[in-house]
């Protein structure tokens, strides 16, 4: 059986985004299967919208399964790792501007009034996880960071590294590794699932 990779978007994110494309093609090139699910409502996304859409594309997860998560992508990977049974491993996950403590500069975005974009990133910030019953299903992980990141402050890096043991790698420049920024491939999250698989 091949080895599958899920990369989930993040906020108001869509599978064609940035180095979405990228990184599906040149995992496919060696040999991956690689689904880009669109995730429920991305404009407001919510906890009880997105781990039940991934607990049901994803389907049995063994240690074949891989997982790259983009910004809010990555807190829905951990949520569903949350909800595995006991006993189930996955191969790995590949966190990019992941985060769990704070966001900066939210409700900057024109599309989206402040108030509102509060409220959504209060209710991924502040409900509770078991960290212990996602990282059990977890060996292998790298939690990727941007120098200059505008969304995700360094006091994420610590959650990554102290409670799922990431293996933490910091890029320059590369802001919230958005298409929107110019970012349309990721080396680096490529060579990280490489290592992981």
């Not at 292998?140 to 959650?159: G, L, R």
Request: net charge negative.
């Amino acid at each position: 059986m091949a080895k599958r990779v899920f990369i989930i978007h993040g906020w108001d994110g869509y599978p064609e985004e940035g180095w979405f494309p990228w990184l599906k093609m040149e995992l496919e090139k060696s040999g991956f299967e690689v689904f880009v699910p669109q995730m429920p409502k991305p404009e407001e996304p919510r906890i009880y919208n997105w781990v039940p859409a991934l607990t049901q594309i994803v389907g049995q997860a063994d240690g074949e399964t891989y997982f790259v998560g983009h910004s809010m992508g990555c807190q829905t990977i951990v949520r569903y790792l949350e909800t595995l049974p006991t006993g189930v491993k996955i191969g790995g996950a590949v966190f990019v501007s992941g985060f769990f403590k704070e966001l900066t500069n939210i409700g900057d975005d024109e599309e989206i009034g402040e108030d509102e974009a509060l409220e959504v990133a209060d209710h991924w910030l502040k409900s509770p996880l078991d960290w212990d019953k996602a990282k059990s299903h977890l060996d292998k992980s790298v939690a990727i960071f941007s120098d200059n990141d505008p969304y995700v402050p360094t006091s994420n890096y610590d959650d990554f590294k102290d409670k799922l043991k990431s293996e933490i790698i910091i890029e320059h420049a590369k802001g919230h590794f958005s298409g929107s920024e110019g970012v349309t491939e990721l080396p680096v999250a490529l060579e990280s699932i490489f290592k992981l698989a």
